[in-house]
């Protein structure tokens, strides 16, 4: 799977409703939910996970991204890498950057109640916690 088609999977999925823990694409995603479901629209499995709360807790959001993925640096962000934010101190959200210069960012937002595309503005910029290569990513 290459960066372009992992991205180009999600921006499908654009205007899908927000579902915590949904993995039905056009019905309804979560963020976890997106990337599991444009990976699989790949060809190429990510792990999941079911069960969790919208409250991340010990830490487990941000090892099971870890577990996945390699970090890399914010310069070295390509399309189809992965972004994790915090809203309050434990990473709990996750969007896949489709372009580069500006960083734009497709994600399942809940605040608005749908997958949305939108940049690393400075409001994203202050939540981000980590930038991820998925293992096996071309």
Known sequence: MTGAEFAS???????????????????????????????????????????YGRIPAHNLFAQCIAEQCDPIALPDVRPGDLLSFAFRLEPQH??????IDPVMLIHALKDAK?????????????R???????????
Not at 26 to 47: E, M, N
Not at 94 to 99: D, G, M, R, S
Not at 130 to 138: F, I, K, S, Y
Request: overall charge positive; charged content about 15%; proline content about 3%.
């Open 114 to 126: 749908r997958v949305v595309k939108n940049s690393l503005d400075a409001t994203w910029q202050g």
């Open 9 to 51: 999977a999600a921006r499908t999925m654009l205007g899908t409703p927000f579902h915590h823990q949904g993995r039905v694409p056009g019905i309804g995603l979560d963020c976890a939910g997106l990337a599991v479901c444009a990976a699989a629209q790949c060809g190429h499995t990510i792990s999941d996970r079911s069960g």
């Open 94 to 99: 996750v969007a896949i950057v489709t372009a």
């Open 128 to 138: 981000l916690r980590g930038v991820w290569r998925l293992r096996g990513m071309t």
